[in-house]
């Protein structure tokens, strides 16, 4: 198991400018490098929240374009620390986008990326509709990669609400789980606390969980409460509603604890349904 370290997640307020954006994040990374950390994690749609969904198609970029990866892997290079871009908007089509993570090591390399898996199409009260399967592509397989302190599974957002991932995610090893994201203010002030330790308890896993907060000037509202949680459930950090960021030690080996004490993922049963 892995030494110790600090972990950061990043909060901050995306708009609809990426140089903007891409400026504030780095800030916020630079601050949280300066605070210790070692593994900086950033949210959902950092670089750009659109005002309309067709806009990530018409105003985006194709991997090889996006201004942010050139940026963020000269960052970490400079501040010698492990990346997460939780997630950007990658064109890899005329009509879809993928919603992707990216992992950047401390040499600016990228380790692993992930495609969001599950897409959220929901219908709130009060007219507040999202059809995100417009415009995104959805990725087909889940992604693990090696940190330097253990083993790392993403996720993103909506994923969060499908445990089957995060259990298959648990029995391949993984010692921590992110979950980047930019929750609604409706959903996220309802579930997201709930979500969040429900699926580090039921993993035996850390999960860091950056997450954007605030109002666009068009009206769009995000929950914030960027979350670290151990594998018991305890949450370590939680920026709050604001602009900053959470900050946590974590020791890899409370994973092995917990999941020793509470051996659930070996108790695992095939389930049939029996209907009357």
């Known amino acids: 198991m892995g030494k110790k370290f600090t972990v950061a997640c990043v909060q901050n307020c995306a708009i609809d400018d990426v140089a903007q954006n891409i400026r504030d994040a780095s ?17 959902e749609y950092f670089t750009c929240l659109e005002r309309t969904d067709m806009l990530y198609i018409e105003r985006g970029y194709s991997e090889d374009e996006h201004p942010a990866l050139p940026h963020f892997s000269e960052l970490a290079v400079e501040l010698k620390t492990w990346l997460l871009l939780g997630s950007i908007a990658v064109k890899v089509s ?55 302190w253990g083993r790392l599974g993403f996720s993103i957002c909506y994923d969060v ?7 298959n995610l648990a029995h391949s ?9 930019a929750f609604t203010a409706t959903t996220g002030a309802a579930h997201w606390h709930v979500l969040v330790r429900a699926r580090a308890i039921e993993s035996g896993c850390y999960v860091f969980a950056p997450a954007q907060f605030g109002t666009r000037p ?5 929950y914030g409460h960027s979350l670290i949680v ?43 349904v029996a209907h009357c």
């Open 27 to 43: 800030e916020l990374v630079r601050q949280a490098v300066g605070e210790g950390a070692d593994f900086v994690c950033l949210p």
């Open 94 to 148: 005329g009509e879809k986008v993928h919603n992707r993570s990216y992992l950047l090591d401390a040499s600016g390399a990228v380790v692993q990326t992930y495609n969001k898996m599950h897409l959220f199409d929901v219908s709130l009260k009060r007219g507040e509709t999202y059809r995100e399967s417009n415009t995104v592509a959805a990725g087909d397989h889940a992604c693990v990669a090696e940190l330097p």
């Open 161 to 167: 609400r499908f445990p089957q991932l995060y259990r």
């Open 173 to 181: 090893g993984v010692d921590f789980i992110s979950i980047p994201a």
């Open 218 to 222: 068009w009206g769009r509202r995000t």
């Open 230 to 272: 151990d594998p018991w459930g305890e949450v370590l950090a939680d920026a709050g509603a604001e602009r900053g960021i959470a900050i946590a030690e974590i020791d890899p080996a409370k994973v092995g604890d917990v999941r020793r004490m509470i051996p659930a993922l070996n108790h695992d049963r095939p389930i049939s």
